[in-house]
């Protein structure tokens, strides 16, 4: 399934978009240019990745989006989803030559409140199940690989 985001609304996204004396976007070649690219590759990141994992989850029942009434469930599910499945995000250490996990904070989730993306709503219960499953396969693949070492 293909994602497909809006993110008209999501004023952090739209704050990282460089603007002229006016105040309008600057525009070249037909692409936004942003004034902080660093944000806004970290912000398309966590959109992805989000998103991947909303397919899973999905939104609380309504809308199809992260809004100022559902963002703490959606960070709820996102945090059950990472602890069923791992951190979805790495940083990397170039001293120590080693990568860390990074798990989503509740900030990641509520600067994108008005990002919108079709990866579809579930009840908790339906969320809770989709973890579970998540959960048992990862419990019945550690059992296999222990079965077949004790067998070999």
Not at 7 to 29: H, N, P
Not at 110 to 133: F, R
Request: aromatic share 10%; with cysteine; charged share 30%.
């Amino acid at each position: 399934m293909a994602l497909h985001w809006n993110l008209s609304q999501c004023k952090t996204w739209q704050s990282t978009y460089a603007l002229d004396d006016e105040g309008k976007e600057i525009i070249v070649d037909g692409e936004r240019q942003f004034a902080d690219e660093e944000k806004s590759d970290e912000l398309w990141r966590n959109i992805q990745t989000i998103g991947m994992m909303l397919i899973n989850v999905g939104f609380p029942k309504g809308e199809w989006g992260i809004n100022d009434e559902n963002w703490q469930e959606v960070y709820t599910r996102i945090y059950m989803a990472e602890k069923a499945m791992g951190a979805m995000r790495k940083q990397w250490d170039d001293e120590l030559k080693i990568s860390h996990d990074v798990y989503f904070q509740p900030i990641d989730i509520y600067e994108l409140i008005g990002a919108k993306v079709n990866s579809g709503c579930k009840t908790n219960l339906q969320a809770d199940k989709a973890i579970a499953k998540i959960l048992r396969r990862r419990a019945q693949e550690k059992i296999n690989s222990f079965c077949k070492q004790i067998n070999s």
